[in-house]
């Protein structure tokens, strides 16, 4: 049996990590994580850790045994926290995902107040657009080609993790 999802705090030594794991094609989506490649791996590491200084995101990576399994981050820009996962495609469907954005919106819960959420999935990833849904998000008139939008209000009761 699998032990509980675990989420710690993301290091500089994750990269690798993240690359052995989510370096699958399937995984990239709007947000273009780059797990297919070590460097890139690497800088986006360095991006991430750089912009929690600031105040600007929170990253974690997603470990069942001391594996990593997946990524979740809160990227908090001006008027919008934006919730961002990825969960390794031998998982999906496994209710990783939903554990993923519970514990981000927790967390969004315990942000910068009047901050509303937004999330974008793929066109084609209906999994990822019904589990926002589930979780309060609405599709949002703001979209394109490449993503959809989806917002939640913040006056919504948050979900327990």
């Known amino acids: 049996m699998t032990r509980a999802l675990e989420f710690h705090r993301l290091t500089e ?13 399937e995984v990239t989506g ?7 490649d070590f460097r890139a791996a690497e800088v986006f590491v360095s991006a991430r850790l750089s912009e929690h200084s600031r105040g600007e995101c929170e990253a974690y990576v997603l470990r069942i045994d001391g594996s990593i399994v997946g990524y979740a981050a809160l990227y908090l820009r001006e008027g919008e926290i934006e919730p961002v996962f990825a969960v390794v495609p031998s998982l999906w469907g496994a209710g990783l995902g939903g ?20 999330a974008r999935c793929r066109p ?11 979780r309060g998000f609405r599709p949002s008139p703001v979209s394109d080609a490449d993503s959809h939008r989806f917002v939640r209000s913040r006056s919504r009761r948050s979900v327990a993790c």
Not at 103 to 113: G, T, Y
Not at 124 to 134: F, M
């Open 13 to 25: 030594g994750d990269g690798t990590g993240l690359v052995l794991a989510l370096g699958d094609p």
């Open 30 to 36: 709007p947000s273009n994580l780059p797990f297919d």
């Open 124 to 134: 084609d990833n209906g999994r990822a657009a019904a589990l926002l849904r589930s």
């Open 99 to 118: 554990l993923a954005l519970d514990f981000l919106i927790k967390r969004a819960d315990l942000s910068a107040e009047g901050r509303h959420l937004m």
